[in-house]
């Protein structure tokens, strides 16, 4: 591996990079705000590639910055140069550039936790390659089950209450007119209403409008909690018992607190 300025024209995007939807997290800044910066404060972080047989470079980390460059009228970049590397390894590298970026399409994500899944076949070891948890990794792939139409609405605006929803979702109905009859009902409702709405459908479509009801009558309204001491409605001297519960079952997220009480018992 070594690191050296490389002639742009030589370099094309590979389809190992995670990062498709260039247009995602754009709201706010775009390849034009990116050139301006570079421009003026010049190229931090150098992009990554891996040499081809054929001398020129496949590129695996850094697509915005490269485009910035290319933008620019640069003929010269900076990168760390690999000389080969697995696909899989690509794409592990690629992820852990973006995952934790807003600006990443939350598909593209998915599909990369696919990617990897599809060569361990193993939970544990997607989630021990990119350093994010299992139940993560299990969010975003169940977005892949959702209808195409559903995806393509998809954006970095969700974020991650949203992308909850949208795998409650997918886990909920299978059918794709059934998932979108059921994302028209709710849409407006907060995201934790939403999940509400979903998880006491029991998967039948055909209650959600009856649902969708009781929730604009106040039904399914939630108390929101930075953490258990700050939940005034959970008794004083249960706090150490569910403190224990959720770390030996590993609960994390949005958790309905009936329903985990009823499990404590």
Not at 82 to 103: C, F, G, K, W
Not at 107 to 119: G, L, T, V
Not at 178 to 198: V, W
Not at 212 to 223: E, I, S, V
């Amino acid at each position: 591996m070594e690191v050296r300025e490389i002639d742009i024209a030589s370099i094309r995007v590979s389809e190992l990079n995670v990062r498709k939807d260039l247009e995602a997290g754009t709201e706010d800044t775009d390849i034009g705000d990116l050139s301006k910066s570079i421009g003026n404060q010049g190229l931090l972080s150098p992009i990554t590639v891996v040499k081809l047989p054929d001398g020129k470079y496949d590129l695996i980390i850094g697509q915005r910055r490269y485009l910035a460059c290319k933008k620019l009228g640069w003929t010269k970049i900076p990168a760390i140069i690999r000389d080969t590397m697995e696909e899989t390894d690509a794409v592990v590298l690629s992820l852990i550039e973006n995952v934790h970026r807003a600006d990443v399409s939350p598909i593209d994500k998915a599909r990369a936790y696919d990617k990897i899944y599809q060569k361990f076949e193993n939970y544990d070891k997607v989630a021990q390659e990119t350093g994010v948890s299992v139940t993560t990794v299990r969010k975003y792939m169940k977005l892949l089950q959702l209808a195409l139409s559903i995806q393509e609405r998809i954006g970095t605006s969700s974020g991650s209450a949203g992308i909850d929803t949208l795998s409650k979702l997918a886990s909920t109905f299978e059918n794709p007119v059934d998932q979108e009859r059921a994302l028209d009902a709710i849409s407006g409702f907060r995201a934790d209403i939403q999940t509400e709405i979903l998880k006491r459908s029991g998967g039948d479509v055909e209650t959600i409008h009856e649902l969708r009801d009781q929730a604009l009558g106040g039904a399914f309204n939630t108390y929101v909690c930075r953490g258990l001491q700050d939940c005034g409605f959970i008794p004083k001297e249960l706090i150490p018992v569910v403190e224990k519960f959720i770390e030996q079952h590993e609960t994390s997220g949005e958790t309905d607190f009936e329903e985990l009480m009823r499990r404590i018992k």
